[in-house]
């Protein structure tokens, strides 16, 4: 369950009656869209029903029976949340698009580059710069990756950007391959991974290609700048790093 701290309203009016239930906003409005798949303890503060949930007052059973045909709070909270709206405050809505701003931002860092500049990748302050800019505002009540194509067509005008994936080929010398390469193939898809007959280890990844330098970083820490890189743009054309 999450706290109440965290929890908004969700309220339906029906039959003059009113039901409201605790719930975090993002999993409830997921919930209304259908495209939820969690559990419900994971969405709720609360497994009770209220007709005023701030004063704690509950409905009476005879109008739970008479709108839902049943008295038990897990069966009828579904229903408050399928059938009724989602509450927030002024507060909670700028908490909520401040928090999916943020979202977004890591988002499009993690999978843009710059295609006029070899395909480096954008720094955050630069894509909150650009998002400013072209005055792209996040929707707090929808998800961040139904956003995330709008967003770039707002940044297109502003800068040159590009989601895209890089395959980065990587060289551990003998002395850090056997603990290094654990760290290292957790950091993307690995394609394809060969020892060599003197102990280094050669690992071929694939990852969004906004944290290229993340990747170097890693690769560098787990072999005291022993490591070696290749940016493979296609079986002809390597690029050394």
């Known amino acids: ?20 239930v605790l719930v975090d906003p993002d999993a409830a409005l997921a919930m209304k869209r259908g495209d939820f798949e969690g559990e419900l303890e994971d969405v709720i503060a609360a497994e009770d029903v209220f007709e005023n949930a701030s004063r704690g007052d509950r409905p009476p059973e005879n109008a739970l029976e008479e709108v839902f045909e049943t008295t038990e709070p897990l069966e009828i909270i579904p229903e408050v949340i399928e059938r009724g709206e989602i509450q927030i405050t002024a507060d909670q809505r700028r908490e909520m698009q401040e928090r999916k701003h943020r979202e977004l931002v890591q988002r499009i860092t993690r999978n843009a580059v710059n295609p006029q500049m070899d395909d480096a990748p954008h720094p ?5 710069s650009a998002l400013e800019e072209a005055g792209f505002q996040v929707d707090p009540m929808e998800p961040v990756e139904n956003q995330v194509d709008d967003a770039l ?13 890089v395959t980065v080929a990587v060289q551990l010398p003998p002395d850090y391959a056997g603990s290094g390469q654990a760290k290292i193939r957790e950091f993307g898809d690995l394609e394809s991974e060969e020892w060599q007959s003197d102990g280094s280890w050669v690992g071929v990844l694939t990852f969004p290609a906004g944290l290229q330098n993340d990747f170097y970083e890693l690769a560098n820490e787990v072999s005291s700048g022993g490591a070696e890189t290749r940016i493979i743009k296609d079986e002809d054309d390597i690029k050394t790093r």
């Open 124 to 128: 955050p302050d630069r894509i909150e």
């Open 153 to 165: 067509d707002a940044l297109r005008p502003v800068i040159p950007i590009r989601f895209d994936e």
């Open 1 to 20: 369950m999450i706290s109440l701290d965290e929890a908004v309203t969700a309220r339906l009016e029906t039959h003059g009656e009113r039901f409201e």
